[in-house]
């Protein structure tokens, strides 16, 4: 499952806008949604579905050839997140794990081993530098990891981290990466080229 926000100058990576500008900001977000559709293409024996923020979008970089479409629901994210896990287990999937459009770092190779841990584990999280995850699998609801958490800060992973713990559940971390949300979470190569 992709958590896509709809491209809209001035509504996507804000806190990036806020030192590169609004339209150098919205081109670095559709370079990072590409990132995300390439490298989930690549992921083999799994179904896909686009979750978009405001509108489905008929025709755009998510073909329905290879991508369901839909809509997110909830009003904030722990509830658009739980909605989200239960279409997709309401849907008959055993498996399920959610990303963001933010971390180039991610590869299809890592979305490929949170579906092997789920073999073995209730709960799979993926770390990011920021204090948040990028990635997180699940084999059946757990409403906790969805409520009483202070979304878009540096204390997600571990409040999430310590619901698994109180619930005894299983869960594998992958490994730490960075979600692109400032200027300074960008490579080299692509600051380089805002200059």
Same mark, same amino acid.
């Given at each position: 499952m992709i958590f896509y926000r709809n491209?809209?100058?001035g509504k996507v990576k804000t806190r990036l806008a806020s030192t590169v500008g609004e339209d150098v900001a919205l081109r670095l977000y559709l370079q990072l949604t590409e990132h995300t559709r390439r490298e989930s293409f690549g992921l083999q024996d799994c179904d896909k579905i686009v979750f978009y923020s405001n509108t489905v979008e008929k025709n755009d970089i998510w073909t329905t050839t290879f991508f369901q479409k839909q809509q997110q629901l909830g009003d904030d994210l722990g509830q658009r997140m739980r909605?989200?896990?239960e279409h997709a287990f309401a849907a008959g999937y055993e498996q399920a794990c959610i990303i963001g459009t933010d971390c180039l770092e991610l590869k299809s190779k890592i979305l490929t081993e949170a579906f092997e841990q789920l073999n073995n584990v209730d709960a799979v999280i993926g770390p990011a530098k920021d204090g948040g995850y990028y990635l997180l699998g699940l084999k059946r609801i757990i409403p906790d990891v969805f409520f009483d958490k202070k979304w878009s800060t540096d204390s997600v992973l571990q409040?999430?981290? !310590?619901?698994f713990k109180k619930l005894q559940l299983s869960f594998? !971390?992958?490994?730490?990466l960075t979600d692109v949300d400032t200027e300074d979470d960008l490579p080299p190569d692509w600051q380089s080229a805002l200059i």
């Open positions: 491209p809209e100058k909605n989200a896990f409040d999430t981290i !310590e619901d594998r !971390e992958l490994e730490t």
